[in-house]
């Protein structure tokens, strides 16, 4: 046995009337879109999971191409769940954004909650050229109430214009390198999350560092974007402290 494999697409494109059309909407396995009513000129897209998982051995991808003059928002309808399976191999779970000059793009799933004796690998890749926008926002919860998490690892990759602007991995639960949980990481917390905003305004004027809360931070990164990190004691705790970040910022 070698897991599900599973791949769904989402294309958005201007659609010349002001909105935003989306030409191709590809459910594959346990991945189905659904498209849902969306504030004028924007389309919405959610992502329901039609099993659980990803389990031991799974290869799950989602991808969105957002162009120029389109504007893509893109949640999902429960948490992910990484589990255990009869598979003993690691899951993967891979993310790929791409978003052409004047495009908008919202990604804002649901947590992604690691469960004892899971094993997952995640990637997000996002590739977006001078004049493009993103918002997203990624939230990992280790274990599941009084629950030991698996093992997490996560990759976020971001370029703009060709270039990097963030490029960082984190491994938490066991198996993962010693200091996960120490002070210099989570300090204990076992929720974590960010936002990375995109803003071709940021060029000229960044974002001025500093600490949101007792802990958040926001940075700016080495382009137009800027980087928000918070952790917290929980999932419901972390969403508090990134939806008020967010309301701060947009």
Not at 27 to 35: F, Y
Not at 201 to 212: K, S
Request: glycine share 14%; aromatic share 2%.
């Amino acid at each position: 046995m070698s897991g599900v494999h599973a791949t769904a697409r989402i294309r958005a494109r201007e659609d010349g009337r002001g909105g935003t059309a989306l030409p191709v909407l590809e459910s594959d396995g346990p991945l189905a879109l659904r498209r849902t009513r969306g504030e004028a000129g924007e389309a919405r897209v959610l992502l329901v999971g039609a099993m659980s998982g990803p389990l031991g051995g799974d290869r799950f991808a989602v991808e969105a191409d957002v162009g120029s003059g389109a504007r893509l928002r893109v949640g999902s309808a429960a948490a992910t769940i990484a589990l255990p399976g009869q598979v003993k191999d690691e899951a993967h779970y891979a993310v790929r954004l791409d978003v052409a000059d004047g495009g908008e793009l919202h990604w804002l799933p649901e947590q992604l909650i690691s469960a004892r004796g899971s094993d997952l690998y995640v990637t997000t890749r996002a590739d977006l050229a001078p004049g493009a926008r993103l918002v997203l926002r990624e939230e990992q919860v280790l274990g599941r109430v009084r629950e030991e998490p698996g093992r997490l690892t996560s990759r976020l990759v971001v370029r703009v214009g060709g270039r990097a602007v963030l490029d960082q991995e984190l491994c938490c639960g066991p198996g993962a390198p010693g200091g996960w949980d120490g002070p210099a990481v989570l300090a204990g917390h076992r929720a974590v999350g960010q936002i990375v905003l995109v803003r071709p305004e940021f060029a000229a004027g960044p974002v001025t560092a500093r600490m949101l809360g007792e802990s958040a931070t926001l940075v700016p990164l080495a382009g137009p974007a800027a980087l928000v990190t918070a952790v917290a004691p929980d999932g419901l705790r972390l969403r508090r402290v990134l939806d008020e970040v967010l309301k701060s910022l947009l």
